[in-house]
T-cell receptor
Framework: DGGITQSPKYLFRKEGQNVTLSCEQN?????MYWYRQDPGQGLRLIYY???????QKGDIAEGYSVSREKKESFPLTVTSAQKNPTAFYLC???????????????FGEGSRLTVL | LAKTTQPISMDSYEGQEVNITCSHN???????ITWYQQFPSQGPRFIIQ???TKVTNEVASLFIPADRKSSTLSLPRVSLSDTAVYYC????????????FGSGTQLTVLP
């Protein structure tokens, strides 16, 4: 089955530690995204990438870093510089507009990060 | 960026038709309107997308007036399993940065 796999589903971190959230897709999509969701809130864009070895900051990139070394992988690192990292993190992918589609976002099941 | 405004919450009863309206006054020429459904602790799921007039699929209809400054998601004969948060998303698919999610509408379907 094609889809997006995020891991781990739950993660606990002590203050001052960096953690990396994994996101893998086998949909052959060029674009990948990371969103953050706080309780009762909508989704806010952290980073996105439209092509391998290139990525752009979203609205709330401070305290986060990403890499896009392979088309199918887009890991997110939550660094110690992120002051309030406890949240639900969602990874998504989409085919680009020029590939003749709606640009529908396909989401993973999310990773819930809790800082102890 | 096209900012969207939706009602925070709505209640309905099983079997009724539900209409959720989204306002997007500064929608751009290249922007499409897309609706997503999200259950707790899951990623959002695509429901329907449109550019103008009316679009219908097997689960919903999307009504977009000529000025495109608003859109209405229509869910026919809702069931308890339709209880979820519904997001209206307006953006140009050429740029991920412009994919702005609003705060969403919590729909609660009552028996």
């Amino acid at each position: 089955d094609g889809g997006i796999t995020q891991s781990p589903k739950y993660l606990f971190r002590k203050e001052g530690q960096n953690v990396t959230l994994s996101c893998e897709q086998n949909l052959n999509h060029d674009a990948m995204y990371w969103y953050r969701q706080d309780p009762g809130q909508g989704l806010r864009l952290i980073y996105y990438s439209q092509i391998v070895n290139d990525f752009q900051k979203g609205d709330i990139a401070e305290g986060y870093s990403v890499s896009r070394e392979k088309k199918e992988s887009f890991p997110l690192t939550v660094t110690s510089a992120q002051k309030n990292p406890t949240a639900f993190y969602l990874c998504a992918s989409s085919a680009l507009e020029e590939e003749g589609n709606t640009g529908e976002l396909f989401f993973g099941e999310g990773s819930r990060l809790t800082v102890l | 960026l096209a900012k969207t405004t939706q009602p925070i919450s709505m209640d309905s009863y099983e079997g009724q038709e539900v209409n959720i309206t989204c306002s997007h006054n500064n929608i751009a020429t290249n922007d499409y309107i897309t609706w997503y459904q999200q259950f707790p602790s899951q990623g959002p799921r695509f429901i329907i997308q449109g550019y103008k007039t009316k679009v219908t699929n097997e689960v919903a209809s999307l009504f977009i007036p000529a000025d495109r400054k608003s859109s209405t998601l229509s869910l026919p004969r809702v069931s308890l399993s339709d209880t979820a948060v519904y997001y209206c998303l307006v953006g140009d698919w050429g740029s991920a940065r412009q994919l702005t999610f609003g705060s969403g509408t919590q729909l609660t379907v009552l028996p």
